[in-house]
C-alpha cells in the first residue's frame, strides 16, 4: 500500500504578516519611540567641559553603559548616599 504525503516546502506557505499596511519610515518610526519614551521619561540638557563629557564617555564604555543609563545610575547612587 502506497502513502500519499502532502509535502509542504517554505515556498508554498503562507508567511505570517506582522504588520497590516504600509511599513512605517525612519522618521514615523523614530516620532513614535519619543513619543513613548515621553510618557515615563523626561529629557535633560546639560553643558558640561569637554573634559568631563570625555570622562562620561570612558566610564561609559569601561561599565557597558549608554551616557542615559550612566547619568541615571549616578544620580541614583548620589541620592542614597544622602540619605
Not at 547612587?77 to 540619605?83: G, M
Amino acid at each position: 500500500m502506497s502513502q500519499v504525503v502532502d509535502v509542504v516546502t517554505s515556498s508554498t506557505k503562507t508567511k505570517r504578516t506582522y504588520r497590516k499596511g504600509n511599513p512605517l519610515s525612519v522618521s514615523e518610526r523614530q516620532q513614535a519611540l519619543v513619543a513613548r519614551r515621553k510618557e515615563t521619561h523626561k529629557e535633560i540638557k546639560v553643558y558640561v567641559h569637554s573634559d568631563l563629557k570625555s570622562r562620561l564617555q570612558n566610564l561609559c564604555e569601561a561599565q557597558g553603559l549608554s551616557q542615559a543609563e550612566m547619568i541615571s545610575r549616578l544620580i541614583e547612587n548620589a541620592s542614597k548616599a544622602q540619605i
